[in-house]
């Protein structure tokens, strides 16, 4: 008969112990991860005057600037997420000159086959979600 106070004595302090560290209710919580992710990439603008990679840039010519607005939207054209382009950025692509504006756009929702990335009120460009959410850049070139 001790031993069974005992051990129903032992049981109620583990009991009482753990559930102050909330292991007891763990398995309440949910398991699903957030669905949204980090869309990272860039404007690519050729036309840029030639210079040391890396230094800022601006090609003036195709509209093309600092804080211009980016948009993420889903192929029915519903606005997922926004945001603004970084300063440019010279880059060297063969014997041409390019000025990149980068932009990174965190909390895009999952869910989606494509997701389509327009820069100041041009034309979409459409990239696969598969790339995006493994972090590969999505590019839009700029003639």
Not at 1 to 29: D, E, Y
Not at 35 to 61: E, H, I, K, M, N
Not at 105 to 119: A, D, F, I, Q, R
Request: proline share 9%.
């Amino acid at each position: 008969m001790r031993r069974f106070v005992f051990t129903v004595i032992a049981v109620a302090a583990l009991c009482a112990a753990l559930s102050g560290c909330g292991w007891l209710r763990a398995g309440g919580a949910s398991h699903n991860k957030p669905s949204g992710f980090v869309l990272r990439g860039y404007v690519t603008v050729a036309g840029a005057p030639a210079g040391q990679p890396g230094d800022p840039c601006q090609v003036s010519t195709a509209g093309i600037t600092a804080n211009a607005p980016v948009r993420v939207t889903d192929p029915p054209d519903h606005t997922l997420a926004t945001g603004t382009l970084r300063a440019g950025v010279l880059a060297v692509e063969g014997s041409a000159y390019r000025c990149n504006f980068a932009f990174e756009l965190p909390g895009v929702p999952g869910g989606h086959n494509t997701y389509e990335v327009s820069v100041d009120d041009r034309q979409p460009v459409s990239f696969p979600a598969v790339e995006l959410r493994q972090d590969k850049p999505a590019v839009i070139t700029v003639p």
